[in-house]
């Protein structure tokens, strides 16, 4: 690993995967200076009550399409090929055990996710394993995560004030990063594709395309099965 490389990891279900996503992660890379940024789908996200409605098939193709013309960009399948439950810290020893240290990995996230961050599994220890990058989502900036998490604020960095020695080997710190990101949300895709609406502001093209011809989210059959 290059000393000077920062390797970005996002979670998430992306069912389906949308600008949102895309905008959380181009903000996060162009505040950090990130080398590349990995998009890593759940097979079975431990905060959601529901499974995905898309096959773990159709949501890896859907996010490799839709990075596929960023060279910065790239899609992998680590938790979808692992049973249980998808637990962003397993993710990250995982990298770390690929020889990635700590120094260089920042996780992303939204601030609305991150705001829930002790009931995630592993913590407080997970913050250890990587910089955590925390983006604005719409309702919930970044700024009022020091009053939420008075813990972790001591550990709280402004984006723009990143220098080298931020770093070093002595620990991970979490980074806010203040951007617009557009307000949109994966279930209200879905709902949208179950009143026949367009989908077009809210993915990028070969998504939506893909999601049209493959029949992604057809409305369920009588047994409950997916028709895909």
Same mark, same amino acid.
């Given at each position: 690993?290059?000393?000077?490389?920062?390797?970005? @990891?996002?979670?998430?279900?992306?069912?389906?995967?949308?600008?949102? %996503?895309?905008?959380? =992660? #181009?903000?996060?890379?162009?505040?950090?200076?990130?080398?590349?940024?990995?998009?890593?789908?759940?097979?079975?996200?431990? %905060?959601?009550?529901?499974?995905?409605?898309?096959?773990?098939? %159709?949501?890896?193709?859907?996010?490799?399409?839709?990075?596929?013309?960023?060279?910065?960009?790239?899609?992998?399948?680590?938790?979808?090929?692992?049973?249980?439950?998808?637990?962003?810290?397993?993710?990250?020893?995982?990298? !770390?055990?690929?020889?990635?240290?700590?120094?260089?990995?920042?996780? @992303?996230?939204? #601030?609305?996710?991150?705001?829930?961050?002790?009931?995630?599994?592993?913590?407080?220890? $997970?913050?250890?394993?990587?910089?955590? !990058?925390?983006?604005?989502?719409?309702? %919930?900036?970044?700024?009022?995560?020091?009053?939420? $998490?008075?813990?972790?604020?001591?550990?709280?960095?402004?984006?723009?004030?990143?220098?080298?020695?931020?770093?070093?080997?002595?620990?991970? $710190?979490?980074?806010?990063?203040?951007? =617009?990101?557009?307000? @949109?949300?994966?279930?209200?895709?879905?709902?949208?594709?179950?009143?026949?609406?367009? @989908? #077009?502001?809210?993915?990028?093209?070969?998504? #939506?395309?893909?999601?049209?011809?493959?029949?992604?989210?057809?409305?369920?059959?009588?047994?409950?099965?997916?028709?895909?």
């Amino acid at each position: 690993m290059n000393e000077r490389s920062r390797t970005g @990891i996002l979670g998430g279900t992306f069912d389906p995967i949308h600008f949102g %996503h895309l905008d959380v =992660a #181009a903000a996060a890379r162009q505040a950090l200076g990130l080398t590349e940024v990995i998009f890593v789908p759940s097979r079975t996200p431990p %905060h959601r009550q529901m499974a995905p409605v898309a096959s773990a098939k %159709h949501r890896l193709a859907m996010v490799t399409l839709a990075v596929e013309s960023q060279s910065a960009y790239r899609t992998s399948d680590q938790e979808l090929r692992s049973d249980g439950p998808s637990y962003t810290s397993v993710t990250l020893e995982t990298c !770390v055990d690929t020889g990635i240290p700590p120094s260089q990995l920042f996780f @992303i996230t939204g #601030a609305d996710a991150f705001a829930e961050i002790a009931s995630w599994h592993g913590y407080p220890n $997970l913050l250890s394993l990587a910089h955590f !990058v925390v983006v604005s989502r719409p309702s %919930h900036a970044v700024s009022k995560l020091r009053q939420r $998490l008075p813990d972790l604020e001591v550990r709280m960095r402004e984006a723009g004030t990143l220098a080298d020695s931020d770093l070093g080997p002595d620990g991970t $710190l979490i980074w806010l990063v203040d951007a =617009a990101t557009r307000d @949109i949300s994966s279930s209200d895709i879905r709902t949208r594709l179950t009143h026949g609406d367009s @989908i #077009a502001q809210h993915v990028p093209l070969s998504v #939506a395309t893909y999601i049209e011809r493959r029949h992604t989210y057809a409305a369920r059959s009588m047994d409950g099965d997916l028709h895909d």
